[in-house]
T-cell receptor, first 110, second 113 residues
């Protein structure tokens, strides 16, 4: 199956710090998505990207669709305790099947 | 609006037992999905249903069967459970197959002894 690698695997940061994470694929995608999963819950969509080079924001979150179409980046500014969770990237070429990354676990220390 | 609901939340099975995981959505979505989530592996697609009456294999279909009972419900069956099927199972739905916004249920945590 398709492999999506996310880094870092986990992050421990102080409240107020900025966060950066990325996702790389072995092949090109037409759509990149970023999800957040809270403990005991299903993933929730944060941002969707449709075009190489696209930069999209959702509040304190900003994501970019890499120009090679094989990577994507997520930044969180001024982190707060409720940002805690696991962040997943997902990508698709055809739209029939999305492939998910391995996740980045974020811990925010108050 | 409950969104996507899954039952049960937790289940323990012995090797060889069978069970069905239930999923229902109340958003009038056409497409539904079953994923499994394992530590360090992310979510992997087991089966999906583009619309009522159709089902297709995803990335890891072996050992599973599905039924799209009607537009609302999509069940996942393990005929003879194996320890390798210990995982957290998520059901999701979307308006159409190519829709990027998939809505996920809360998950079923399954342990096979």
């Amino acid at each position: 199956g398709q492999q999506l690698n996310q880094s870092p695997q986990s992050m421990f940061i102080q409240e107020g710090e900025d966060v950066s994470m990325n996702c790389t694929s072995s092949s090109i995608f037409n759509t990149w998505l970023w999800y957040k999963q809270d403990p005991g819950e299903g993933p929730v969509l944060l941002i969707a990207l449709y075009k190489a080079g696209e930069l999209t924001s959702n509040g304190r979150l900003t994501a970019q669709f890499g120009i090679t179409r094989k990577d994507s980046f997520l930044n969180i500014s001024a982190s707060i305790p409720s940002d805690v969770g696991i962040y997943f990237c997902a990508g698709t070429l055809t739209g029939n099947q999305f492939y998910f990354g391995t996740g980045t676990s974020l811990t925010v220390i108050p | 609006n409950a969104g996507v609901t899954q039952t049960p939340k937790f289940q323990v099975l012995k090797t060889g037992q069978s069970m069905t995981l239930q999923c229902a959505q109340d958003m009038n979505h056409n497409s539904m999905y079953w994923y499994r989530q394992d530590p360090g592996m992310g979510l992997r697609l087991i089966y999906y249903s583009a619309s009522e009456g159709t089902t297709d294999k995803g990335e890891v279909p072996n050992g599973y069967n599905v039924s799209r009972l009607n537009k609302r419900e999509f069940s996942l069956r393990l005929e003879s459970a194996a320890p390798s099927q210990t995982s957290v199972y998520f059901c999701a739905s979307s308006e159409e197959l190519a829709s990027d916004t998939q809505y996920f249920g809360p998950g079923t945590r399954l342990t096979v002894l």
